[in-house]
């Protein structure tokens, strides 16, 4: 399941968890429209969230792929909370972890 959000930085706050990209594009117009007169606050955020609310933009490439895998492995036991399982977090960093080593594993073979 997709988590989006949207962030006025003007008026410091942030929209509820919506999971589609169309709730998320008319709840940034909505705002806009209500409390901006339409006009775009700079530096506004909106795109896709993780489970625990943290934008993947905003991420490091290596953290957002552990996000991914986290995120994938905790909606697979239940999509209605927030936060990743220690388990799926683990999960992720050993899948991570293993492709590392396979990689390093085929380079050094090739050699
Ligand atoms: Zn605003």
């Known amino acids: 399941m997709r988590r989006y959000r949207y962030r006025c930085i003007v008026c410091r706050t942030t929209s509820p968890v ?3 990209i169309e709730a998320l594009t008319a709840v940034g117009e909505a705002h806009r429209q209500t409390l901006h007169g ?9 795109g896709q969230i993780d489970r625990l609310g ?39 960093t050993l899948l991570i972890g293993a492709v590392a080593a396979l990689a390093l594993l085929l380079v050094a073979s090739a050699l």
Do not use: M, N, Q
């Open 54 to 92: 943290r934008w993947y933009a905003a991420l490091p490439p290596l953290a957002a792929l552990h996000a991914r895998i986290a995120d994938a492995l905790s909606d697979l036991h239940d999509i209605k909370t927030a936060g990743h399982y220690w388990w799926a977090s683990a999960g992720a």
């Open 18 to 20: 919506v999971t589609e």
């Open 38 to 46: 339409g006009h775009f606050p700079d530096d506004e955020i909106a």
